[in-house]
């Protein structure tokens, strides 16, 4: 139960802060500076959300039910590693791989829906044409590539 919960609460940090690299190698940082960038954005974020999480599960330590407390001290001490881990072996492995972290085999990318974590529409996407009349274009023309 406890390995569930923190699975979960390890993989939310990671997608917080992977989506923010992707976001910052999407507007044409290179591997290395998306991930400071990525990084300097979300780590505090993502350091605090593992923090006040330890906090909450020590908290179970002042409980008198001797499993309340082994949960306590487990998800408690867990919860600090893994929001460590992510901070800082998330981002070193993106560099390591350069652009390799980001590679898709092409019948891949063309089956995978491209989608933001964030909502935000990916450089190069079509967006929606605000209140488009009946029978007018349902997507704006993409901007043209600078020259």
């Given at each position: 139960?406890?390995f569930?919960?923190?699975?979960g609460?390890?993989m939310d940090?990671?997608?917080?802060?992977v989506?923010?690299i992707d976001s910052?190698h999407?507007r044409?940082?290179e591997?290395r500076?998306?991930?400071?960038?990525?990084l300097?954005?979300s780590?505090?974020i993502?350091s605090?959300?593992?923090l006040?999480m330890?906090?909450?599960?020590?908290?179970f330590?002042?409980?008198?039910d001797?499993?309340?407390k082994?949960?306590?001290?487990?998800l408690?001490?867990a919860?600090?590693?893994?929001?460590?881990?992510v901070?800082t072996?998330g981002?070193?492995?993106?560099?390591?791989?350069?652009?390799?972290?980001?590679?898709?085999?092409?019948w891949l990318?063309?089956?995978l829906?491209?989608i933001s974590?964030e909502?935000?529409t990916?450089p190069g996407a079509?967006e929606p044409?605000?209140?488009?009349p009946?029978g007018?274009?349902?997507h704006?023309?993409p901007?043209?590539?600078?020259?």
């Amino acid at each position: 139960m406890m390995f569930a919960g923190l699975f979960g609460l390890s993989m939310d940090y990671e997608v917080f802060l992977v989506s923010h690299i992707d976001s910052h190698h999407h507007r044409g940082e290179e591997a290395r500076q998306a991930a400071a960038s990525g990084l300097a954005s979300s780590a505090r974020i993502t350091s605090a959300a593992a923090l006040i999480m330890a906090s909450v599960f020590a908290s179970f330590i002042l409980n008198g039910d001797p499993t309340i407390k082994q949960f306590g001290v487990g998800l408690a001490t867990a919860v600090l590693l893994a929001g460590i881990l992510v901070v800082t072996l998330g981002p070193a492995v993106i560099v390591l791989f350069g652009k390799a972290a980001w590679w898709l085999p092409g019948w891949l990318d063309k089956i995978l829906p491209h989608i933001s974590v964030e909502g935000e529409t990916m450089p190069g996407a079509e967006e929606p044409v605000p209140d488009a009349p009946e029978g007018g274009p349902k997507h704006a023309a993409p901007d043209p590539e600078p020259v």
